[in-house]
């Protein structure tokens, strides 16, 4: 695999991210996008690839917040799953 630009966006009960391939002339290609919502009452992880479809989804319980190093943690240890082998260029 290429190397891989990871991209982060935290808001104040969100975190989205998406990976994006650099390739050898340093051409992006989005690869896959993802994040957790409702992180103050109901978390729920989504993530889908380039063309949408659905790569990987989880609910917390309801009633069970997760804060914003939760939420990277997992999103952070979903993606070293998904992007196995690819080399981590930036996080942004």
Do not use: C
């Not at 790569?55 to 993606?79: K, N, S, T, Y």
């Amino acid at each position: 695999m290429d190397d891989v630009l990871l991209v982060f966006n935290a808001g104040s009960t969100s975190l989205k991210f998406a990976a994006y391939g650099v390739d050898a002339a340093r051409t992006l290609s989005p690869l896959l996008s993802g994040g957790i919502d409702a992180m103050q009452v109901s978390p729920r992880f989504a993530a889908a690839d380039a063309q949408g479809r659905a790569l990987g989804e989880r609910e917390w319980p309801a009633g069970h917040p997760i804060d914003h190093d939760e939420a990277l943690r997992f999103a952070v240890m979903w993606l070293q799953g998904h992007l196995s082998g690819a080399g981590i260029l930036a996080v942004g």
